[in-house]
């Protein structure tokens, strides 16, 4: 396995701000690197397709073969719920942070969400096509849905009912992300634009063009007053979210990152490489401080994860799954 050197991912992304730093006299010193760690292996009936980790409380849904979406508990990997897909293509599978909420939308438009406590149906939505975004805020007070290609629409949870309706950016939205307080979203457009909105209103409140590829991941920083986003153009770009200034456009990197997570904490952030000469095989998987942006860790799955997330207790853990179990890596 090739570390992070080897590969340019450590000499890459930290690059500008620590080349800043020491110029200033002040670079910080460089963190030991964690190894990674396989601490759950979870028997399952059916290999597991995706997975989605709870941020709040040790919980996790997951998608088998078998056509099952099964809510679990953690460590013990207890079943909590169960409910059969049978006959539906799923397209769109998301678990609210709170681990309170699930939600799967299939290839005919039909979106279904269950109360994870309850095994009860919170409400029903029937979408034009099939669904391309899916996101749910850190309280899972409100979810951003749309169509392939259609507006973002955002439902408030406790009603069913839409309360706003971003713009409508050719290509649609590919990816997007809440602000902690739940009063911001940050889009990323398939005319690849970065653009903030208000959730209460839907109002436009800044949008930023130095992507000339599709974004692929994007994530609000702890304080809101800034996101950074990936695209296909292989590198990662911080943007002010009150005027969409860019304010760093980091180093290339060897691949694009396509997934972005931001510690409970707010001290560390998470980037998942996309291998794009080949997508079916792992990249790697880095950890950053997300103030200096200096790597924490550097990891190679054996196979391609099934899913990650950061957990309540702080870990960064990535789910990989065998025919007969699912393995828990703690990476950070």
Sequence with gaps: MKNGTENGYRECIPGIVLTLLIAAGCAPPTPPLVLPAETTVIRTPSPVTSVALAKT????????????????????????????????????????????????????????????GTGTIRFKLTLPRYPGIAVFSRDGARLALAAQGDPVQIIDMASGRTTATLGAPAGGTLTLAFSRDGQRVVTGDGDTAIRIYDTTTGKLVAENHEFLMVPLSIEFMADGLSVVAGSGDKFLLIVDAATGKTLRKLDRTTQPVAALELSPDGASLFAGFLKSENMTEPDHAIVLDAHSLAQLADWLPPSMPAGFGWMSDGNLMVAISSPDALHLWRVR
Excluded: C, N, Y
């Design 57 to 116: 409380q040790p919980l996790m849904a997951t998608l088998g073969q078998d056509h099952m979406l099964r809510v679990v508990s953690l460590p013990d990997g207890a079943e909590q719920q169960k409910f059969d897909l049978t006959g539906r293509t799923i397209d769109m599978f998301a678990l609210a942070p709170t681990g309170a909420i699930v939600l799967v939308g299939d290839h005919t438009g039909r979106v279904t969400i269950w109360d994870t």
